[in-house]
DNA sequence: CGCGTTTGACCGGCGC
DNA sequence: GCGCCGGTCAAACGCG
């Protein structure tokens, strides 16, 4: 099975700190791979999971949400279930890629663990975790429920380590 | 022979 | 309390 090579080792690294979003230029170097479209999701600024929203400027919704965060978390000593009704401030990411290709390689390892089928969509869900012992970095490759011809790519913690590429 | 994929079961949260 | 729904586990298998 082959995969497409993209840019996005670089793009995690910064992603850690939810600084900035640089542009995940696609590498055409194999000539297979067909980005030409690509958005930014942040989907647990909505309430409702079945809509999200969309960014085509990177860290545009996220600032407004690292912001929020950072207004109520605050002083974080110690991290206990106290009264935070706010969703976890887990760094989670998503965005939506036009490829025909669903695991875009992005130079780390990664083991499938699930698959599933969503009752919204026909497409399944699948996945991922970084097989790095230790890294706790999950991933989650769905296809868009009205353009199959798009991939929902959302990743989950940062990684503790470099990429073994 | 080691590792990744597969696939159904299992589980916990939440809504009714 | 029950059933749906999304997420994870794990055994078996396949491939390099």
Redesign the pocket.
């Known amino acids: 099975?082959l995969t497409t090579r993209l840019e996005l080792p670089y793009c995690l690294k910064s992603m850690s700190g939810y600084n900035s979003w640089p542009p995940c230029s696609p590498e055409n170097e194999n000539g297979k791979f067909e980005l030409s479209e690509q958005y930014f999701i942040d989907d647990w600024l909505e309430e409702d999971?079945s809509t999200y929203v969309l960014s085509d400027s990177p860290g545009q919704n996220l600032q407004r949400y690292q912001e929020s965060v950072h207004d109520s978390g605050g002083s974080s000593s110690h991290e206990g279930p106290s009264s935070g009704e706010k969703k976890e401030a887990k760094e989670r990411f998503a965005f939506k890629t036009k490829s025909e290709i669903e695991v875009l390689d992005d130079g780390f390892?990664?083991?499938?663990?699930?698959?599933?089928m969503?009752?919204?969509s026909p497409n399944p869900?699948?996945?991922?975790?970084c097989?790095v012992e230790g890294c706790p970095v999950?991933k989650?490759v769905e296809r868009d429920r009205e353009d199959p011809r798009y991939v929902i790519t959302t990743y989950e913690g940062v990684h503790n380590h470099q990429s073994s590429s």
């Open positions: 099975m999971p390892k990664w083991r499938k663990y699930g698959k599933k969503v009752k919204n869900r699948n996945y991922y975790r097989s999950k989650r």
